[in-house]
């Protein structure tokens, strides 16, 4: 069976995701999504696809739950939160869906102390105020 033929924009969108550090199947697979044209949108802002602001596949992986999960925010602040994702101070899914309920009902600017805290940054226990951890 051949695989159905892929259109010249989900082409464009996979190849610029594999620039981007996606292997070649995943890229394909998140070009193909209903995310694509804000996770495309927000590694573009973020210049993910240049060697010096490379991610590394979880961090993608996470960049993608922001351009999915986020978009009633404004792209300042789901710059903000890849940011946080790109420094490691947000490393786990749960991390980052805190950071985006937080960034939704609190106004600008940002207290990063107080964001720090709210999504578990620095803390090995995540905070009392996050859901638990699904356990697999």
């Known amino acids: 069976v051949m695989p159905p033929k892929v259109s010249p924009e989900v082409e464009h ?6 620039q981007c550090g996606l292997s070649d199947q995943r890229s394909l697979e998140t070009a193909r999504s209903k995310t694509a044209p804000l996770a495309h949108r927000l ?25 999915k999960d986020a978009n009633s925010l404004s792209d300042d602040q789901r710059l903000f939160i890849l ?33 720090n805290q709210a999504c578990g940054v620095g803390s090995s226990l995540a905070s009392p105020r996050l859901a638990p951890p699904l356990s697999l």
Not at 13 to 18: D, I, K, Q, S, T
Not at 45 to 66: C, G, N
């Open 13 to 18: 969108l996979a190849a610029f995701f594999a």
């Open 83 to 115: 940011d946080a994702v790109r420094d490691r101070r947000l490393a786990k899914s749960d991390q980052v869906a805190a950071a985006i309920k937080y960034l939704g009902s609190h106004p600008q600017p940002i207290d990063t102390d107080d964001f």
């Open 43 to 67: 590694l573009q802002l973020a210049h993910a696809d240049s060697h010096s602001h490379s991610l590394d596949d979880k961090q993608i992986t996470l960049a993608l739950q922001i351009a």
